[in-house]
C-alpha cells in the first residue's frame, strides 16, 4: 500500500506564541511544518524547499505578508497562501488578495478552524479535485494547470480566478447566487468575509479580461450574485441549453 506524503507547510509569523499555534494547529491535522518568525527567512526557505500551504500574518516587519506574497507569485502561481490579519486590516487584507493570496483568517480565530480551511484549500489546488477542462468559443480554461485562456493569449494564471470562472462559465447567461460561488470555489460558509474575497477576485477577473479584450463580461446583480454574459453569436453550454428547454 502506498502512503501519500503529508503535505508540507510553511507558516510566518512575527508573534512567537501565533507562529506556535498555528503550526501546532497544522501538524495535528496531518502537515508538515516550517516555521520562521523573520519573513526574510521565509523567502530563503521558499528558494530550497517546495511548500502545498503558506501561513503568513499581514503585518511583520522588514518583509509584510503582502509583499511576500508577491514575492512568492513570482515564482509560483499555484502554492496556496493564507494571510493572517487583525480585525481592523481591512485594506491590508484586500491589498493581499489583490496581490494573489487564496484566502485570509482574521484573529482571534480558532486554530482547528484555521487547521480544516488549510486542508480544504491544499485539497482543492491537487490536480485529483479539479474538474478539468472547458471551453466556450475563444475561452478555454484548464482546472488541472490553473490557467485560462483567450484567443491564446494568457488571462490569468490563479487557480481561484479559474475556479471562480469556470463556475459561471458552466452556468453561462444565468446568474449564480454569491452564496454558491463563495462554498464551492472557497470551500466557507463564511459568507461577511467570502464577499470580500469574491468581489476581489471578479474585480481582478474583469480587469484581466479586459486587458485582453474577450467579448465575455462578468456582470452583477446586487444583493444576488454574478453571471458569465457571451457574445450573442456564441451559444451556451449544450446542458444549459437543455436545462432551458
Known amino acids: 500500500m502506498t502512503l501519500l506524503a503529508k503535505p508540507r507547510a ?11 499555534i498555528v503550526t501546532f494547529a497544522l501538524e495535528t491535522q496531518g502537515f508538515n511544518c516550517d516555521s520562521t518568525s523573520d519573513p526574510i527567512r521565509a523567502w530563503d526557505f521558499l528558494q530550497t524547499q517546495t511548500y502545498q ?17 508577491r514575492k512568492i507569485r513570482g515564482i ?14 481591512e485594506e491590508q487584507r484586500i491589498t493581499g488578495l489583490e496581490a494573489g493570496a487564496d484566502d485570509y483568517v482574521t484573529k482571534p480565530f480558532s486554530p482547528r478552524e484555521l487547521a480544516l480551511r488549510a ?27 490553473g ?4 484567443k491564446g493569449l494568457p488571462l490569468t494564471e490563479s487557480l481561484t480566478e ?18 454558491t460561488l463563495i ?16 468581489k476581489t477576485t471578479v474585480y481582478r477577473l474583469r480587469k484581466k479580461m479586459e486587458l485582453v479584450g474577450t467579448d465575455c463580461r ?14 450573442q453569436a456564441l451559444p451556451k453550454p449544450a446542458a444549459e441549453s437543455e436545462k432551458d428547454g
Do not use: C, F
Open 53 to 69: 500551504l503558506i501561513v503568513a500574518d499581514i503585518l511583520m516587519p522588514g518583509m509584510s505578508g503582502v509583499e511576500l506574497t
Open 76 to 89: 509560483s502561481n499555484h502554492t496556496p497562501i493564507i494571510l493572517l490579519t487583525a480585525l481592523g486590516e
Open 162 to 179: 479559474v475556479r471562480l470562472l469556470a463556475l459561471l462559465a458552466d452556468n453561462a447567461g444565468k446568474t449564480v447566487p454569491a452564496r
Open 218 to 231: 462578468i456582470e452583477s446583480r446586487r444583493g444576488i450574485g454574478y453571471s458569465l454574459q457571451l457574445p
Open 119 to 145: 486542508q480544504a484549500i491544499v485539497r482543492r489546488s491537487r490536480p485529483h479535485d479539479t474538474l478539468g477542462q472547458l471551453s466556450l468559443g475563444d475561452l478555454h480554461l484548464d482546472q488541472l494547470r
Open 183 to 198: 462554498a464551492e470555489v472557497w470551500k466557507t460558509a463564511n459568507l461577511r468575509g467570502g464577499r470580500e474575497m469574491l
Open 10 to 20: 510553511l507558516v510566518v509569523d512575527d508573534e512567537r506564541q501565533m507562529l506556535s
Open 147 to 150: 490557467v485560462a485562456s483567450w
